[in-house]
């Protein structure tokens, strides 16, 4: 799957860059994601994962899915 075609399931995503990336999945823990995926930012009660999207995109993820704008 590419992001053009999880903008079809989600149209209300702000989508930017290269929409024609393939996505090898989904990971909300920076720690565990792998080339290929998309990294979901989640800010909960006591941790809030915005933080540690650097190490994401260290770590491989081509793509973030964020709560608020964030600046990379």
Same mark, same amino acid.
């Given at each position: 799957? $590419? !992001?053009s075609q999880i903008k079809i399931f989600y149209p209300e995503l702000n989508i930017s860059g290269d929409t024609n990336v393939e996505v090898s999945g989904i990971e909300i823990d920076s720690r565990k994601v792998k !080339? =290929?995926?998309i990294?979901? !930012?989640i800010k =909960?009660? $006591?941790f809030d994962?915005?933080?540690k999207i650097d190490e994401a995109l $260290? $770590? =491989?993820a081509i793509g973030v899915v964020t709560e608020r704008d964030v600046s990379i």
């Open positions: 799957m $590419n !992001a !080339a =290929g995926n990294f979901v !930012a =909960g009660e $006591n994962s915005h933080t $260290n $770590n =491989g």
